[in-house]
């Protein structure tokens, strides 16, 4: 590898391209980005393109992905918490968007830097998909649109939105990622979890996808991301640069 390039650490396997085939359930547009409270989703079974079959419960949706946790692999259970995900419709192929995936996890693993591991990338056109590491039960996640909200009810001030080790937590998550040279297209609260309690509290990356060495995009569809952030044409938190925030 060049000097930009990380050792590859998420193992990829490519296989004939083919469009995706997953149940119409699968691919429900109305696919909601979080499950109502109390909303339990059906298992469903999956066929992927590598010839594994899957127990996949829906999780969430995004703009460009979706997300399922994983039940079971060939009737086995996964070994270790993971969900999967693959791509929605989009401007980005899904092939494109979960190398991507796999690069930023490559990236932040080789620095050290605290996020939820891809450990595997299947990259098959359309069917594309990857295996990344589940939140744990003690991981904090946030909701931006929750925190507003909160803000707007209790008029609380922006700054008290995130606990004091929230808030420390997040600081020195942004700083390591300027000082090991790394940049993020999607640092908002959305994409970061907290680990730990107190001073011990730590946070780290939810989606890789955005993720790249400074200086170095990784695709072109990195390249289109960056320009709408920094035109403000992106859905994203801005682009952390050497620790500064553009």
Same mark, same amino acid.
């Given at each position: 590898?060049?000097?930009h390039?990380?050792?590859?650490s998420?193992r990829?396997?490519?296989?004939?391209?083919?469009?995706?085939?997953?149940?119409?359930?699968?691919?429900?547009?109305?696919?909601?980005?979080?499950?109502?409270?109390?909303?339990?989703p059906p298992?469903r079974?999956?066929?992927?393109?590598?010839?594994?079959?899957?127990?996949?419960?829906?999780?969430?949706?995004?703009?460009?992905?979706?997300?399922?946790?994983?039940?079971?692999?060939?009737?086995?259970?996964?070994?270790?918490?993971?969900?999967?995900?693959?791509?929605?419709?989009?401007?980005?192929? =899904?092939?494109?968007?979960?190398?991507?995936?796999?690069?930023?996890?490559?990236?932040?693993?080789?620095?050290?830097?605290?996020?939820?591991?891809?450990?595997?990338?299947?990259? =098959?056109?359309?069917?594309?998909?990857?295996?990344?590491?589940?939140?744990?039960?003690?991981?904090?996640?946030?909701?931006?649109?929750?925190?507003l909200?909160?803000?707007?009810?209790?008029?609380?001030?922006?700054?008290?939105?995130?606990?004091?080790?929230?808030?420390?937590?997040?600081?020195?998550?942004?700083?390591?990622?300027?000082?090991?040279?790394?940049?993020?297209?999607?640092?908002?609260?959305?994409n970061?979890?907290?680990?730990g309690?107190?001073?011990?509290?730590? =946070?780290?990356?939810?989606?890789?996808?955005?993720?790249f060495?400074l200086?170095?995009?990784?695709?072109?569809?990195m390249?289109?991301?960056?320009?709408?952030q920094?035109?403000?044409?992106?859905?994203?938190?801005?682009?952390?640069?050497?620790?500064?925030?553009?």
């Amino acid at each position: 590898p060049d000097a930009h390039t990380p050792a590859p650490s998420v193992r990829r396997t490519v296989v004939e391209p083919q469009p995706s085939h997953q149940p119409p359930e699968f691919l429900d547009i109305e696919f909601p980005s979080e499950l109502p409270d109390g909303v339990v989703p059906p298992i469903r079974k999956w066929t992927a393109p590598d010839g594994r079959v899957f127990e996949l419960q829906p999780r969430g949706r995004g703009n460009m992905s979706r997300v399922y946790d994983v039940k079971s692999i060939d009737g086995r259970a996964p070994p270790e918490p993971l969900v999967l995900k693959d791509g929605v419709p989009s401007n980005f192929p =899904a092939q494109q968007l979960m190398e991507d995936v796999a690069h930023g996890s490559d990236v932040l693993k080789e620095r050290g830097i605290l996020h939820l591991e891809v450990k595997e990338a299947v990259l =098959a056109g359309d069917s594309s998909y990857v295996l990344q590491q589940r939140a744990g039960p003690g991981d904090v996640l946030l909701s931006r649109d929750d925190l507003l909200r909160q803000m707007k009810s209790t008029g609380a001030a922006r700054q008290d939105m995130l606990s004091p080790h929230q808030r420390r937590a997040a600081a020195e998550l942004y700083d390591q990622l300027g000082r090991r040279g790394v940049a993020s297209v999607d640092a908002h609260v959305d994409n970061v979890f907290f680990r730990g309690e107190g001073l011990d509290m730590r =946070a780290g990356i939810l989606d890789t996808d955005m993720t790249f060495e400074l200086g170095h995009l990784s695709s072109a569809r990195m390249e289109e991301m960056v320009m709408a952030q920094m035109t403000g044409g992106g859905t994203g938190g801005g682009v952390w640069l050497g620790g500064q925030h553009g």
